[in-house]
Protein backbone atom coordinates (compact mmCIF):
# COMPACT_ATOMS: atom_id res chain seq x y z
CA UNK A 1 0.00 0.00 0.00
CA UNK A 2 1.04 3.84 -0.72
CA UNK A 3 2.63 5.74 2.28
CA UNK A 4 4.30 8.92 2.01
CA UNK A 5 4.35 9.42 5.70
CA UNK A 6 8.58 9.28 5.82
CA UNK A 7 8.64 12.36 3.73
CA UNK A 8 9.33 15.08 5.12
CA UNK A 9 9.15 17.68 2.73
CA UNK A 10 7.58 17.03 -1.19
CA UNK A 11 8.23 19.75 -3.49
CA UNK A 12 6.44 19.12 -6.64
CA UNK A 13 7.39 21.23 -9.67
CA UNK A 14 4.64 21.62 -12.91
CA UNK A 15 2.17 20.84 -10.38
CA UNK A 16 -0.42 22.40 -12.20
CA UNK A 17 0.08 20.70 -15.37
CA UNK A 18 -2.00 17.34 -15.92
CA UNK A 19 0.53 14.98 -14.40
CA UNK A 20 1.25 17.65 -11.53
CA UNK A 21 -2.48 17.83 -10.53
CA UNK A 22 -2.81 13.75 -11.02
CA UNK A 23 -0.02 13.23 -8.81
CA UNK A 24 -1.81 15.92 -6.11
CA UNK A 25 -5.34 14.35 -6.06
CA UNK A 26 -3.58 10.92 -5.74
CA UNK A 27 -2.27 12.39 -2.63
CA UNK A 28 -4.94 13.96 -1.46
CA UNK A 29 -7.18 10.10 -1.31
CA UNK A 30 -4.37 8.56 1.24
CA UNK A 31 -5.11 8.26 5.12
CA UNK A 32 -3.70 11.34 7.19
CA UNK A 33 -1.40 9.27 8.81
CA UNK A 34 0.48 8.28 4.96
CA UNK A 35 0.41 12.00 3.93
CA UNK A 36 4.19 13.83 4.03
CA UNK A 37 5.10 15.98 6.53
CA UNK A 38 4.90 18.67 4.02
CA UNK A 39 4.38 19.35 0.20
CA UNK A 40 5.37 22.56 -1.57
CA UNK A 41 3.54 22.89 -5.00
CA UNK A 42 5.98 25.01 -7.34
CA UNK A 43 4.28 26.51 -10.65
CA UNK A 44 4.56 29.13 -12.58
CA UNK A 45 1.12 30.87 -11.95
CA UNK A 46 -0.20 29.28 -9.02
CA UNK A 47 -2.44 26.36 -8.96
CA UNK A 48 -6.45 26.68 -10.89
CA UNK A 49 -7.79 23.89 -8.68
CA UNK A 50 -9.01 23.64 -4.85
CA UNK A 51 -6.43 22.37 -2.24
CA UNK A 52 -8.62 19.70 -0.37
CA UNK A 53 -8.90 20.42 3.25
CA UNK A 54 -7.23 16.97 4.72
CA UNK A 55 -4.38 18.93 2.69
CA UNK A 56 -4.44 22.40 3.46
CA UNK A 57 -2.19 22.43 6.94
CA UNK A 58 0.53 20.51 4.67
CA UNK A 59 0.95 22.56 1.41
CA UNK A 60 2.38 25.52 0.23
CA UNK A 61 2.28 26.82 -3.13
CA UNK A 62 5.13 29.05 -4.26
CA UNK A 63 5.06 30.87 -7.88
CA UNK A 64 8.50 31.00 -9.23
CA UNK A 65 9.82 31.00 -12.81
CA UNK A 66 11.66 27.94 -13.17
CA UNK A 67 13.93 28.94 -16.14
CA UNK A 68 15.82 31.34 -13.62
CA UNK A 69 17.95 30.10 -10.99
CA UNK A 70 15.96 28.80 -8.21
CA UNK A 71 17.27 30.95 -5.45
CA UNK A 72 14.11 30.19 -2.83
CA UNK A 73 13.79 28.53 0.76
CA UNK A 74 12.76 24.64 0.52
CA UNK A 75 13.95 22.39 2.86
CA UNK A 76 12.89 19.80 1.07
CA UNK A 77 14.19 16.14 1.28
CA UNK A 78 12.54 14.52 -2.21
CA UNK A 79 11.35 15.91 -5.79
CA UNK A 80 8.69 14.83 -8.04
CA UNK A 81 10.00 17.08 -10.93
CA UNK A 82 7.22 17.39 -13.81
CA UNK A 83 8.03 20.60 -15.09
CA UNK A 84 8.46 21.13 -18.52
CA UNK A 85 8.56 24.55 -21.19
CA UNK A 86 4.47 24.93 -20.56
CA UNK A 87 4.60 25.65 -24.41
CA UNK A 88 2.21 24.60 -26.73
CA UNK A 89 4.62 23.87 -29.40
CA UNK A 90 7.01 21.36 -27.33
CA UNK A 91 9.27 20.26 -30.43
CA UNK A 92 10.94 23.64 -30.85
CA UNK A 93 13.81 25.18 -30.37
CA UNK A 94 12.91 27.44 -27.87
CA UNK A 95 10.64 24.92 -25.61
CA UNK A 96 14.18 22.50 -25.95
CA UNK A 97 16.43 25.13 -25.00
CA UNK A 98 13.57 26.10 -21.86
CA UNK A 99 13.79 22.40 -20.79
CA UNK A 100 17.64 22.05 -20.99
CA UNK A 101 17.12 25.58 -19.06
CA UNK A 102 14.85 24.00 -16.07
CA UNK A 103 17.02 20.50 -16.02
CA UNK A 104 20.07 22.76 -15.12
CA UNK A 105 18.74 24.62 -12.46
CA UNK A 106 17.34 21.86 -10.84
CA UNK A 107 20.50 20.12 -10.81
CA UNK A 108 21.86 23.08 -9.26
CA UNK A 109 19.01 23.11 -6.94
CA UNK A 110 19.64 19.56 -5.63
CA UNK A 111 23.40 19.88 -4.84
CA UNK A 112 22.88 23.37 -2.65
CA UNK A 113 20.42 21.12 -0.73
CA UNK A 114 22.13 17.78 0.65
CA UNK A 115 18.47 16.94 2.51
CA UNK A 116 17.37 15.94 -0.80
CA UNK A 117 17.33 12.10 -0.77
CA UNK A 118 15.43 10.69 -3.94
CA UNK A 119 14.26 12.55 -6.98
CA UNK A 120 11.85 11.37 -9.72
CA UNK A 121 12.12 13.38 -13.04
CA UNK A 122 9.90 12.78 -15.61
CA UNK A 123 11.34 12.55 -19.12
CA UNK A 124 9.49 11.54 -22.03
CA UNK A 125 8.30 7.93 -23.52
CA UNK A 126 7.87 9.54 -27.06
CA UNK A 127 11.76 9.45 -27.28
CA UNK A 128 12.01 6.21 -25.92
CA UNK A 129 8.98 4.01 -27.71
CA UNK A 130 9.03 5.74 -31.42
CA UNK A 131 9.08 3.74 -33.80
CA UNK A 132 7.96 4.88 -37.50
CA UNK A 133 5.01 3.30 -39.50
CA UNK A 134 7.80 3.14 -42.40
CA UNK A 135 10.98 1.78 -42.85
CA UNK A 136 11.75 4.42 -44.89
CA UNK A 137 10.79 7.60 -42.36
CA UNK A 138 13.53 9.28 -41.04
CA UNK A 139 13.40 10.79 -37.74
CA UNK A 140 11.73 14.16 -38.55
CA UNK A 141 14.51 16.94 -37.15
CA UNK A 142 11.75 18.88 -34.59
CA UNK A 143 11.06 15.48 -32.78
CA UNK A 144 15.20 14.51 -33.24
CA UNK A 145 15.90 18.20 -30.99
CA UNK A 146 12.74 17.18 -28.40
CA UNK A 147 14.76 13.96 -27.76
CA UNK A 148 18.35 15.15 -27.28
CA UNK A 149 16.63 18.10 -24.67
CA UNK A 150 15.47 15.27 -22.62
CA UNK A 151 18.01 12.68 -23.08
CA UNK A 152 20.92 15.40 -22.36
CA UNK A 153 18.07 16.53 -18.70
CA UNK A 154 18.48 12.35 -18.07
CA UNK A 155 22.09 12.46 -18.39
CA UNK A 156 23.35 15.30 -16.35
CA UNK A 157 20.82 14.20 -13.51
CA UNK A 158 22.27 10.46 -13.62
CA UNK A 159 25.60 11.45 -13.66
CA UNK A 160 24.56 13.85 -10.57
CA UNK A 161 23.29 11.30 -8.66
CA UNK A 162 26.08 9.24 -8.28
CA UNK A 163 28.50 11.32 -7.12
CA UNK A 164 25.80 13.97 -5.00
CA UNK A 165 24.41 11.60 -2.49
CA UNK A 166 20.69 11.58 -3.88
CA UNK A 167 18.71 8.77 -5.22
CA UNK A 168 17.08 8.86 -8.53
CA UNK A 169 14.37 7.59 -10.62
CA UNK A 170 13.49 8.60 -13.89
CA UNK A 171 10.24 7.70 -15.44
CA UNK A 172 9.66 8.25 -19.50
CA UNK A 173 6.16 9.17 -19.47
CA UNK A 174 3.67 7.82 -22.76
CA UNK A 175 0.13 8.91 -23.68
CA UNK A 176 -2.60 9.11 -21.25
CA UNK A 177 -6.08 9.88 -20.43
CA UNK A 178 -8.80 11.48 -17.17
CA UNK A 179 -11.03 14.52 -16.95
CA UNK A 180 -7.68 16.50 -16.01
CA UNK A 181 -7.01 16.29 -20.07
CA UNK A 182 -10.17 17.29 -21.17
CA UNK A 183 -8.44 21.16 -20.40
CA UNK A 184 -5.45 20.31 -22.53
CA UNK A 185 -6.71 20.40 -26.63
CA UNK A 186 -3.53 19.90 -27.81
CA UNK A 187 -3.79 15.80 -26.85
CA UNK A 188 -6.00 13.87 -29.82
CA UNK A 189 -7.91 11.94 -27.12
CA UNK A 190 -9.61 15.54 -25.55
CA UNK A 191 -9.77 16.56 -29.24
CA UNK A 192 -11.94 14.31 -30.68
CA UNK A 193 -14.01 14.36 -27.67
CA UNK A 194 -15.08 18.01 -27.40
CA UNK A 195 -15.28 18.06 -31.45
CA UNK A 196 -17.94 15.52 -31.21
CA UNK A 197 -19.59 17.47 -28.70
CA UNK A 198 -19.65 20.85 -30.01
CA UNK A 199 -19.44 20.38 -33.64
CA UNK A 200 -21.56 17.54 -34.28
CA UNK A 201 -18.23 15.23 -36.29
CA UNK A 202 -14.81 13.85 -35.68
CA UNK A 203 -12.20 15.77 -38.20
CA UNK A 204 -9.08 13.13 -38.27
CA UNK A 205 -5.97 15.39 -39.74
CA UNK A 206 -3.32 12.77 -38.57
CA UNK A 207 -2.21 9.72 -39.66
CA UNK A 208 -4.95 7.60 -38.73
CA UNK A 209 -2.37 4.05 -38.77
CA UNK A 210 -0.27 6.09 -35.56
CA UNK A 211 -0.42 4.06 -32.73
CA UNK A 212 -0.59 5.23 -29.23
CA UNK A 213 -1.48 3.56 -25.77
CA UNK A 214 -3.48 5.61 -23.01
CA UNK A 215 -3.14 4.98 -19.57
CA UNK A 216 -5.76 6.59 -16.69
CA UNK A 217 -3.90 9.14 -14.77
CA UNK A 218 -4.84 7.70 -11.93
CA UNK A 219 -2.75 4.24 -12.66
CA UNK A 220 -0.26 7.39 -13.74
CA UNK A 221 0.26 8.90 -10.73
CA UNK A 222 0.27 5.91 -8.80
CA UNK A 223 3.00 4.33 -10.75
CA UNK A 224 4.84 7.88 -10.01
CA UNK A 225 4.19 7.74 -6.53
CA UNK A 226 4.97 4.47 -5.84
CA UNK A 227 8.53 4.98 -8.16
CA UNK A 228 9.45 7.66 -5.21
CA UNK A 229 9.05 5.78 -2.45
CA UNK A 230 10.26 2.29 -3.64
CA UNK A 231 14.07 1.14 -2.58
CA UNK A 232 15.50 0.77 -5.78
CA UNK A 233 16.13 3.56 -7.90
CA UNK A 234 15.77 2.87 -11.78
CA UNK A 235 16.34 5.42 -14.66
CA UNK A 236 14.43 3.81 -17.15
CA UNK A 237 11.26 3.79 -15.61
CA UNK A 238 8.18 3.16 -18.69
CA UNK A 239 4.93 4.65 -17.49
CA UNK A 240 2.11 3.88 -19.66
CA UNK A 241 -0.26 1.60 -21.01
CA UNK A 242 1.08 -1.63 -23.38
CA UNK A 243 -2.26 -2.16 -25.42
CA UNK A 244 -1.61 -0.19 -28.49
CA UNK A 245 -4.59 1.72 -30.09
CA UNK A 246 -4.75 3.55 -33.34
CA UNK A 247 -5.98 6.77 -34.11
CA UNK A 248 -8.59 5.46 -35.89
CA UNK A 249 -9.76 3.24 -33.11
CA UNK A 250 -9.38 6.31 -30.92
CA UNK A 251 -11.92 8.21 -33.52
CA UNK A 252 -14.11 5.97 -34.36
CA UNK A 253 -14.76 4.93 -30.53
CA UNK A 254 -15.28 8.40 -29.81
CA UNK A 255 -17.80 8.59 -32.70
CA UNK A 256 -19.69 5.43 -31.34
CA UNK A 257 -20.09 6.30 -28.18
CA UNK A 258 -21.38 10.32 -28.91
CA UNK A 259 -23.15 9.17 -32.16
CA UNK A 260 -20.76 11.04 -34.26
CA UNK A 261 -19.62 10.74 -37.55
CA UNK A 262 -15.67 10.50 -38.26
CA UNK A 263 -14.01 12.10 -41.07
CA UNK A 264 -10.30 11.53 -42.48
CA UNK A 265 -7.98 13.85 -44.48
CA UNK A 266 -6.97 12.59 -48.18
CA UNK A 267 -3.29 13.35 -47.58
CA UNK A 268 -1.62 12.72 -44.26
CA UNK A 269 1.62 12.75 -43.00
CA UNK A 270 3.76 9.69 -41.88
CA UNK A 271 2.60 8.32 -39.12
CA UNK A 272 4.63 6.84 -36.05
CA UNK A 273 4.33 4.39 -33.20
CA UNK A 274 5.20 4.36 -29.37
CA UNK A 275 4.21 2.47 -26.77
CA UNK A 276 6.04 1.29 -23.50
CA UNK A 277 7.79 -1.86 -22.36
CA UNK A 278 6.67 -1.66 -19.25
CA UNK A 279 7.07 -4.99 -18.35
CA UNK A 280 10.07 -4.83 -16.31
CA UNK A 281 8.17 -1.25 -14.68
CA UNK A 282 4.92 -3.66 -13.87
CA UNK A 283 7.03 -5.87 -11.97
CA UNK A 284 9.46 -3.49 -9.91
CA UNK A 285 6.61 -1.28 -8.62
CA UNK A 286 4.13 -4.31 -8.25
CA UNK A 287 1.29 -2.08 -9.94
CA UNK A 288 -1.10 -3.00 -13.04
CA UNK A 289 -2.23 -0.32 -16.00
CA UNK A 290 -5.72 0.07 -14.16
CA UNK A 291 -8.47 1.83 -16.03
CA UNK A 292 -9.31 0.10 -19.80
CA UNK A 293 -8.88 3.38 -22.47
CA UNK A 294 -12.43 2.61 -23.33
CA UNK A 295 -13.69 2.92 -20.42
CA UNK A 296 -11.02 6.38 -19.39
CA UNK A 297 -13.37 7.52 -22.45
CA UNK A 298 -16.17 7.14 -21.72
CA UNK A 299 -15.63 8.86 -18.50
CA UNK A 300 -14.03 11.51 -20.11
CA UNK A 301 -16.78 11.91 -22.46
CA UNK A 302 -19.78 12.03 -19.49
CA UNK A 303 -17.62 14.43 -17.73
CA UNK A 304 -17.30 16.54 -20.95
CA UNK A 305 -21.14 16.36 -21.49
CA UNK A 306 -21.56 17.88 -17.91
CA UNK A 307 -19.34 20.63 -18.34
CA UNK A 308 -20.74 21.44 -21.92
CA UNK A 309 -24.19 21.21 -20.81
CA UNK A 310 -23.12 24.14 -17.88
CA UNK A 311 -21.33 26.18 -20.81
CA UNK A 312 -24.71 27.11 -22.29
Known amino acids: MLSLSKIDSLLITGANGFVGRSVYERISLLDSTKLPKEIVLLTRNGVDFEIPKKLSEVTVIKQRDLTKPWNFDSNCTHIINLAADGS ?73 SSSSGFDLSIGRLFTFSGNHLLKKNQYAITEFIWSALK ?62 KVFYAEKVQPGDVYLPDNVVTKTKLGLSEGLHWKLAVQEMINTARMENDVTH
Open 88 to 160: RSPYSDEANATFRSIGKNLLEFIRSNTRISKVFHASSGACFGYRPLSQEQDLDNFKAGFIRSRTEVEDMLIDA
Open 199 to 260: TGKIQVTGNPGTVRSFMHQESMAEWILQALVSPFSATDLQIGASEPVTIRELAEYVGQQTNT
